[in-house]
């Protein structure tokens, strides 16, 4: 199974993501946790230059750059596993392309979505959405570090990201899943626990 987690900055990800991986690790379920940009050799060098805010890219190299850390991903990481039926949590994926790329750079998502099948990149079984306002979550993003080059982005951006995140959800409820990330880190995290259990069973 694959679920995946998804979210503007600062939407509370990291932190549920880190007492999931604590979970799993002490349960029989044999859990493989990964990331995008980044959950590769190749990817970790990708996601150095992505994130480097000294650069100002073209929307499409851009584009170019995440599909290979996920073309790489894919084929070293996530297909395997999911061939050994292993349950595999990521960081992102898919949907943080549509949002940030296609709404944030306003590239054309049907485009990017053929890129998607042509490059056979498995869907989630289930995606978890964490929400959180705009506001609230980049200012919990700019306390923790120096900003990387999509969190210098301006509030429009930020918003037209989350926009298109709720859009996705709306559209396709049977894969993804919206929390509300404002209610404590504990609740959170046994809603996502609960949800993800029942979808293993189910
Ligand atoms: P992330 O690792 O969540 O950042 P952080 O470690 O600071 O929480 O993600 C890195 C950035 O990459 C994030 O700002 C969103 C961006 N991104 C895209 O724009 N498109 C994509 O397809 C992916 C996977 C990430």
Redesign the pocket.
Known sequence: MFITFEGI?GSG??SLIAQLKKYFKSSKLEAFFS????GTDLGKEI?KI??NPKYSFDPTS?LLL?LA??AEHVQKIIRPNLQKNKLIFC????D??L???GS?RNLDKKIIKKMFKALDFPIPDLTILLDVPVQIGLSR?RK??KL????KEDLNFHENVRRSYLDLAKNDSARIVLFDSSISEEELFKKAVNLIKSRISG
């Open positions: 900055e990800k990291s990331k995008e940009p980044g996601r992505l994130l851009e995440l850390d996920r960081d992102r994926y898919l943080s392309t949002a940030y790329q944030g993003a923790r570090n990387d080059r999509f969190e």
